[in-house]
């Protein structure tokens, strides 16, 4: 079952185009280990999490590919793409990277926010590919949303309605 983080707070980075290109399966928040001129960065929001993702690596679980810029100020600056570790329970870095084997599942992060007590989360979603064609199926039902829900309030003004 699907877990909303709690409280996201103050985003830092947001992965947009993860939604439109994936499935998502499943979310979950994990902790993020950070070196201090990262949370500076990430703070001014100075982060993309476009074409990043979360592999294992020998029992451990990293986001790699995530760019998180360097920090002016900062006396030691760190490597902008680094590997970084994600912290999670055993039980659930099992689960998750047998789903990934075994299904052709990826772990995509999907946003990196700081919760209430200040501290870098992710939210990863468990996510399957989109083919090209059901790109352009969400894109078609999304707009027909859309232009349903600007029918309906069209439709409502002017027929002896409320507003009157």
Do not use: C
């Amino acid at each position: 079952m699907a877990r909303k983080p709690k409280d996201t707070g103050n985003i830092a980075a947001r992965n947009r185009k993860a939604r439109h290109e994936y499935f998502i399966e499943e979310t979950l928040e994990a902790g993020i280990q950070l070196v201090g001129s990262e949370v500076k960065s990430l703070r001014e929001g100075r982060a993309s999490i476009e074409e990043s993702y979360a592999s294992d690596d020998g029992g451990e679980l990293y986001l790699v590919n995530a760019h998180i810029s360097e920090y002016p100020a900062a006396a030691t600056p760190h490597e902008v793409r680094r590997p970084r570790k994600l912290l999670v329970h055993k039980k659930e870095m099992r689960r998750l990277t047998g789903a990934v084997s075994r299904e052709g599942m990826t772990l995509v992060p999907l946003l990196i926010y700081f919760n209430r007590r200040g501290i870098a989360k992710v939210e990863l979603g468990l996510a399957k590919g989109k083919r090209k064609f059901e790109k352009r199926a969400s894109i078609k039902e999304r707009e027909w949303k859309r232009d349903q829900a600007r029918l309906m309030r069209e439709r409502g003004r002017g027929r002896g309605g409320y507003d009157e």
